[in-house]
């Protein structure tokens, strides 16, 4: 990875050029520069998604952005009109437009129509977590956990802690299951009412004996490993639903007995991406304060030192890494 210099973007008709204030640095982000994957990208190429800037200057005859504008990024455009649009299923569009929103730089372009103006209160670092956010609301609207709920969450790094804000929200008993003491600790401070250190205890008898030996109604992994999957599974109570948010990468397999969704009725998903109504819903939610951001940044990095950041978030060191482009 290296920083270069580049020719400035053109600005186009219906578009507007950004200049990126703040970028999260995300696990897929990572996955591609350490070739577990690649994607099918062809290098050069520059990475970061998770965006949040300010207008420079704008083409757009509806003038629904003005100049100077706070906006975060939305780089899923669907076509609102195919199969799954219609369904509302717009994650799976059928012509969807990955746009090369390439946030560590400078300066971006955006289609006006994918940006989100930053409501006043809300700090444009916060606004970075717009994009994950978003990804989990997609995993929690297809989970049906109410009031009362026992959710267990494996893995409290950025997203699980994400997790954890929304399930209490829902009015759920969250057990959260790491490794790290820095992040159980955190998810604590967070709300989280039970935490299991996955390093130093059975995992299942733990969740059963804080479930009167039910297990959990749904238990949602954020980390993409197959033994850790195979084991997720039975924390789930009779009835529960497992919820699979990370891939796993490099693939690989699990085993899996039929006699679990069969006798048991376990429901296992999973969930990809977002639809757009969940970008402005993770705004609404920042903006009001129902789930907060400030204690997840651990780290801030200018864009010349971009390569600590990544070393940093693979390193697992503290929690998310920030990239301030125009520091």
């Known amino acids: 990875m290296r920083v270069e210099e580049v020719a400035e973007p053109k600005l186009g008709a219906g578009e507007a050029l950004i200049r990126v204030d703040a970028c999260g640095v995300c696990p897929s982000d990572v996955r591609s520069y350490v070739a577990s994957d690649s994607g099918g990208t062809k290098a050069p190429w520059t990475p970061g998604h998770e965006v949040a800037g300010t207008v420079l200057e704008v083409?757009?005859?509806?003038?629904?952005?003005?100049?100077?504008s706070r906006v975060a990024l939305d780089w899923r455009q669907v076509c609102g009109h195919c199969h799954f649009c219609?369904?509302?299923?717009?994650?799976?569009c059928l012509n969807l437009v990955k746009l090369p929103i390439r946030g560590f730089s400078s300066i971006t372009l955006m289609p006006v129509a994918q940006l989100h103006v930053i409501p006043e209160g809300l700090s444009q670092e916060a606004a970075t977590f717009c994009e994950p956010l978003a990804c989990v609301l997609n995993a929690h609207r297809g989970m049906g956990i109410s009031m009362g709920s026992d959710v267990v969450i494996v893995?409290?790094?950025?997203?699980?802690?994400?997790?954890?804000?929304?399930?209490?929200?829902?009015?759920?008993?969250?057990?959260?299951?790491?490794?790290?003491?820095?992040?159980?600790?955190?998810?604590?401070?967070?709300?989280?009412h039970d935490t299991v250190d996955a390093s130093k205890t059975d995992v299942r008898e733990t969740v059963l004996s804080l479930t009167n030996g039910i297990g959990a109604?749904?238990?949602?992994?954020?980390?993409?490993?197959?033994?850790?999957?195979?084991?997720?599974?039975r924390l789930a109570a009779k009835g529960g639903v497992v919820n699979l948010f990370a891939g796993t990468h490099p693939s690989g397999d699990i085993s899996l007995s039929p006699d679990l969704p069969h006798y048991d009725q376990v429901s296992i998903t999973g969930?990809?991406?977002?639809?757009p109504g969940d970008f402005s819903t993770a705004l609404r939610l920042l903006?009001?304060?129902?789930?907060?951001?400030?204690?997840?940044?651990?780290?801030?990095?200018?864009?010349?030192?971009?390569?600590?950041?990544?070393?940093?978030?693979?390193n697992q060191e503290g929690f998310k890494s920030l990239i301030l482009c125009n520091a």
Not at 61 to 66: G, M, N, R
Not at 271 to 275: E, L, P, R
């Open 155 to 192: 893995g409290c790094g950025p997203i699980g802690l994400l997790h954890t804000q929304v399930a209490l929200k829902q009015g759920a008993r969250v057990v959260v299951v790491d490794m790290l003491a820095e992040r159980l600790e955190l998810a604590r401070q967070l709300g989280a």
């Open 287 to 314: 903006a009001h304060k129902i789930v907060v951001t400030e204690p997840l940044v651990s780290s801030r990095f200018d864009l010349d030192h971009i390569v600590s950041a990544f070393d940093a978030t693979i």
């Open 59 to 68: 083409d757009d005859d509806l003038f629904t952005i003005e100049v100077g």
């Open 217 to 233: 109604h749904a238990v949602i992994l954020t980390v993409g490993a197959p033994p850790v999957i195979e084991s997720a599974l």
């Open 271 to 275: 969930s990809h991406d977002y639809v």
């Open 86 to 92: 219609r369904r509302s299923a717009q994650n799976f």
